[in-house]
């Protein structure tokens, strides 16, 4: 994803790229054209669609501090976590929830990681229609690929924003940029027909490449679904029982499995398949990741060959505590660690004072010193707790559906392993399942957006998010804590924003 898609004055410009067959990382010659002046073969037209999947990575990005990745914000706000090395003022408003600044820098960067690559969606899907140079199939599958991302970060913006500016031409002239907000329902509707369109573009389900896959599309229409049926539009019974149809749809496919055991979730040859439906691609040389040594614990110690790198972001031991000690997730090294090996003396432990995230750690980093470790955005058990979840609330709460109970149980199984089936299940207790399960991967705050509720790790239940403190912020949730302002930035850039 390196043959990144610029946009200047309105116009794009391509970094063209010669696709090999070890996948779309890699570096390779550039030079730069208009769109005028592209898609006139097909490998100009492969290079700006896999421009488009550049927005995927944006927040990737940090700031002057070490260890600062954009992302981690929207884990910071959940309040189970803290960052190990000191904050800035602004990550202290996501973790501390004391109030969101308009002049805040990150989420000016959430802004552009929507707009940015949207513009480029744009541009991209109306060349590829145009164009004759492929035939139809082939064309469909470049368009759904499109389609997809340009719902995926649409989502993502009206998730955080609410009400933002819908724009599905490219940008000709500075008259198209100064538009203004669209309504929340409307831009729904639009990612639901952008992945409408994506369903039925021929895309295969699965794809070891790191593509968009129909399992990717059908996934994300799942949670569309599921967050149209919560706050803020509460389209309700409806909408629940579309992503609990959805979803069924994705299990019936057989296309995807739950690994056996939490470390094959970060075995380098499990990357873009079994229950990694959809991911970062990351390339250790050119396109590495942050993750593994930001995440280092902080102040330095020995476990890592780059010890000082660390201090982003680590779980409240509340939060760790919270988990059974017989849940297999909590077991040493399986998303938590309290140990390790001391970095080039391995018969030396090295015990901590307090657990740190092993989701993302890396072997092969520890013998390289560069991550290319690729990124969780979609996996197999978010859809089986979809699936639960999403019927659970058409039943009114508790369902004693098979499909829905099996789902639940699969994933809770994995982690109490023996545990007898339930004859029924609720919605809260898939709730909390989904914030045991997905901790750390950047769903948990969208999950709270829809339903308005969250998981209390001191009490290890579900609660109301309205007036809840959790354990790492100094006041309660407030309904105004829920959308993100515009940046200043951007109101000043268009007055109409500030309407």
């Not at 610029?6 to 054209?33: D, H, N, Q």
């Not at 000016?108 to 164009?131: D, G, H, K, L, Q």
């Not at 709460?397 to 994995?414: E, L």
Request: hydrophobic share 35%; glycine share 6%; with cysteine.
């Amino acid at each position: 994803m390196n043959n990144t898609i610029f946009r200047i004055t309105g116009l794009l410009i391509w970094s063209i790229a010669m696709v090999s067959c070890s996948g779309f990382l890699e570096e390779k010659p550039k030079t730069f054209l208009s769109p005028s002046q592209y898609y006139t073969s097909e490998n100009q037209i492969q290079a700006a669609v896999e421009g488009t999947y550049e927005g995927l990575s944006r927040l990737l990005g940090s700031d002057l501090e070490i260890a600062t990745v954009r992302l981690f914000n929207l884990e910071y706000i959940v309040g189970n976590s803290y960052r190990p090395r000191s904050a800035g003022s602004q990550e202290n408003q996501f973790l501390l929830l004391s109030g969101m600044d308009e002049n805040n820098s990150i989420l000016r960067e959430m802004w552009r990681a929507v707009y940015f690559p949207v513009e480029n969606c744009n541009s991209v899907i109306e060349n590829v229609e145009a164009t004759d140079i492929v035939n139809d199939a082939t064309k469909n599958r470049y368009l759904g690929q499109v389609y997809f991302l340009r719902a995926y970060y649409y989502f993502m913006g009206v998730q955080l924003f609410g009400d933002i500016p819908l724009k599905i031409e490219p940008t000709r002239d500075l008259a198209s940029v100064q538009i203004p907000k669209t309504p929340k329902a409307d831009i729904y509707n639009q990612i639901v027909s952008d992945l409408q369109k994506a369903e039925a573009s021929g895309l295969p389900w699965t794809d070891d490449g790191g593509y968009v896959t129909m399992g990717a599309v059908k996934t994300l229409l799942a949670k569309v679904y599921l967050a149209m049926a919560g706050y803020p539009l509460q389209a309700g019974n409806e909408y629940y029982q579309k992503a609990y149809e959805t979803s069924k749809e994705i299990i019936e496919s057989g296309q995807f499995l739950l690994f056996d055991n939490y470390r094959d979730l970060r075995n380098i040859n499990n990357e873009n398949r079994g229950e990694h439906i959809f991911m970062i691609q990351r390339e250790a040389q050119n396109a590495g990741s942050p993750f593994h040594f930001g995440l280092m614990p902080y102040p330095e110690v020995p476990i890592s060959v780059n010890p000082s790198f660390g201090g982003g972001m680590a779980p409240l031991k509340v939060f760790y505590d919270s988990y059974d000690d017989n849940d297999q997730r909590k077991a040493e090294q399986a998303f938590f660690y309290t140990k390790r090996p001391k970095s080039g003396d391995p018969s030396t432990i090295i015990s901590l004072n307090t657990p740190y995230l092993n989701k993302y750690w890396d072997d092969e980093a520890e013998k390289t010193s560069k991550s290319g470790a690729n990124i969780p955005i979609y996996r197999y058990a978010d859809v089986l707790l979809m699936c639960a979840e999403s019927k659970a609330m058409a039943d009114g709460g508790t369902t004693s559906d098979a499909a829905a109970i099996d789902a639940y149980y699969a994933v809770h199984n994995r982690a109490f392993p023996g545990a007898s089936r339930p004859s029924s299940v609720t919605s809260d207790q898939v709730l909390k399942e989904r914030f045991l399960e997905l901790c750390f991967e950047f769903h948990n705050w969208f999950d709270m957006l829809r339903t308005h509720k969250t998981y209390d790790p001191a009490s290890k239940s579900i609660v109301d998010l309205i007036g809840y403190k959790a354990p790492n912020h100094e006041y309660p949730f407030k309904e105004s804590d829920l959308i993100f302002p515009v940046p200043l930035r951007e109101k000043e850039l268009n007055p109409l924003l500030a309407e």
